[in-house]
């Protein structure tokens, strides 16, 4: 998305810069440049269907990464509970398998 971008803005400054190097008269008879507008078209036409389709795919993917936003908030706060309470007394420093073990449990217990 971020090429198409750049691509359409490079044509947009080839165009004029071929607009302000021609004089008033020579605008019309240039063929480089109605064959430059000509392309142009047809180049932006397509690019601005990528475009359109990349920003429903993105709007696709932001709904689901915010589905998923409630369980990755509930899985950090238990996993930082649980890595802070080895604070409290060393008693209490557990295993990463632990913490998954336990995240597990809530995921099962939520369904």
Do not use: C
Not at 8 to 27: A, D, V
Not at 82 to 108: C, E, P, T
Request: aromatic share 6%.
């Amino acid at each position: 998305m971020a090429e198409d971008k750049k691509t359409l803005k490079g044509i947009e400054n080839l165009i004029l810069k071929m607009l302000s190097e021609s004089t008033e008269e020579q605008i019309l008879d240039e063929d480089t440049l109605i064959n430059t507008l000509e392309d142009s078209n047809v180049t932006s036409t397509e690019i601005n269907g990528r475009i359109a389709e990349s920003e429903i795919v993105e709007v696709s993917i932001n709904e689901t990464r915010l589905s998923y936003k409630t369980v990755a908030i509930r899985g950090s706060l238990i996993y930082f509970v649980i890595a802070d309470m080895g604070r409290i007394n060393d008693m209490y420093q557990n295993s990463l398998q632990f913490v998954k073990v336990l995240f597990n449990k809530a995921i099962d217990a939520s369904e």
